[in-house]
C-alpha cells in the first residue's frame, strides 16, 4: 500500500555499457578511498605521491650527477652538500623527510591516545582476524552491475528517469554522492567496510525520491 510505485525494467536497448573505461575506473578507486581511515587515506593521498616524487629525483641526481654514494650522503647530512645539484637532495633530507616520519607518528600517537577508550558501537564485540585487515577495501558499486532486489528499482529510476540513460554521468554522480557521504562525521569511526555500505544505503535512500521525480541533486547544484 505504501511501497515504491512500480516502475517497469529497462528495456535491453537501455542496457548499461559492456566496459568501462580506464579513467572511470581510476575514479571510482579513488572515490571509493573515502571508507579507508584518516592515516590510511592521507598516505594514498599524499604520501605515495610524495615518495614518487622523492624517489624519482634521487635516482635522477645519482644516475646523472652525483652518484649513489654522494647523494645518499648528501640526503643524510653526513657530508656537506657538494655541488649544485646536491642542495635539493641535502634539504629534502634535512627538512621533508623528518617532517613527514615525525608527523605520522605523531598522528599516530595521538590518535591512539584519543582513542584509546573510544569504541565505535559498530565494533562492539567484533574479532577481526587478519585477513579481515589485509584484505583490499571494496569500491563503490558500479551502476552498470546494478543492485540487489528490491533496490534494482533505484537504479531504473536514477539513470533512466534522473538521468535520461545517460550511464557515465549517472555512475559519476552515484559516486558523488557515495564519496561525499562517507566523508561526514557520523562514519568518522566507522570501519571501511560498514562506512561504503552504509553510505550506499543511505545515499539510495536520498537519491530516490528525486530520482523518481526525474531529478538529482548533483544535476541540480552542477549545472
Known amino acids: 500500500m505504501y511501497g515504491h ?26 572515490r571509493s578511498r573515502k571508507a579507508l581511515s584518516g592515516l590510511t587515506q592521507w598516505v594514498i593521498d599524499w604520501g605515495v605521491p610524495q615518495v614518487l616524487v622523492l624517489g624519482t629525483g634521487y635516482v635522477l641526481v645519482a644516475v646523472h650527477r652525483l652518484g649513489w654514494s654522494k647523494t645518499y650522503n648528501a640526503a643524510t647530512m653526513m657530508t656537506p652538500p657538494d655541488g649544485r645539484s646536491a642542495w635539493p637532495v641535502s634539504l ?36 577481526r582476524t587478519l585477513a579481515d585487515r589485509l584484505r583490499p577495501p571494496r569500491l563503490i558499486t558500479d ?11 533505484f537504479l531504473d529510476a536514477f539513470v533512466r528517469l534522473a538521468h535520461h540513460n545517460d550511464w557515465r554521468t549517472a555512475q559519476d554522480h552515484w559516486e558523488i554522492v ?9 562514519f568518522a569511526d566507522l570501519d571501511r567496510t560498514d562506512s561504503l555500505r552504509l553510505a550506499e544505503s543511505l545515499s539510495r535512500a536520498q537519491l530516490w525520491l528525486g530520482a523518481l521525480a526525474g531529478t538529482c541533486v548533483v544535476c541540480r547544484r552542477r549545472p
Open 5 to 30: 510505485p512500480q516502475i517497469p525494467p529497462l528495456p535491453p536497448a537501455l542496457a548499461p555499457p559492456a566496459t568501462r573505461s580506464a579513467r572511470a575506473r581510476l575514479r571510482r578507486a579513488l
Open 92 to 127: 629534502v633530507g634535512w627538512l621533508l623527510v623528518p617532517a613527514i616520519i615525525g608527523g605520522l607518528a605523531g598522528h599516530v600517537i595521538a590518535t591512539r591516545i584519543t582513542s584509546v577508550k573510544a569504541v565505535s558501537t559498530t565494533a562492539l564485540f567484533r574479532r
Open 143 to 153: 551502476l552498470g552491475a546494478g543492485f540487489p532486489t528490491p533496490d534494482g528499482q
Open 178 to 186: 557515495v564519496r561525499d557521504v562517507m566523508c561526514t562525521a557520523e
